[in-house]
């Protein structure tokens, strides 16, 4: 039998993961592809967990781990440059 997590708890690892999200540099890209794959890994360990238990959460972290260092790596904005003055 698969025990599931308190929902209290779900909620408070949830609220972390978003409080954490908004730390760091927006034009790092080493930065911003560090912090997308903890949220990546984050969001593809409770899908993975919820979808097929303790293996199907390992899986979820790595693809989610990988899919978000890559996207958080690829959208760093350049910085805005100050023409004019």
């Known amino acids: ?3 599931i997590a ?3 708890i779900f909620a408070a690892l949830t609220l972390c993961g978003v409080a954490l999200a908004g730390c760091g540099s927006p ?3 080493g930065a911003r592809a560090g912090s997308g794959a903890l949220i ?3 969001g593809g360990a409770a899908i993975g967990a919820l979808a097929g238990g ?4 390992a899986i979820g972290a790595l693809a ?5 260092a890559a996207v958080g790596a690829a959208t ?3 910085r805005p440059t ?3 003055y």
């Open 27 to 29: 034009y790092d890209s």
């Open 54 to 57: 303790g293996r199907g959460a």
């Open 64 to 68: 989610g781990g990988g899919t978000g």
């Open 6 to 8: 308190s929902p209290r």
């Open 82 to 84: 100050r023409n004019g």
């Open 76 to 78: 760093t904005p350049n």
């Open 1 to 3: 039998m698969i025990r």
């Open 40 to 42: 990546g890994a984050g």
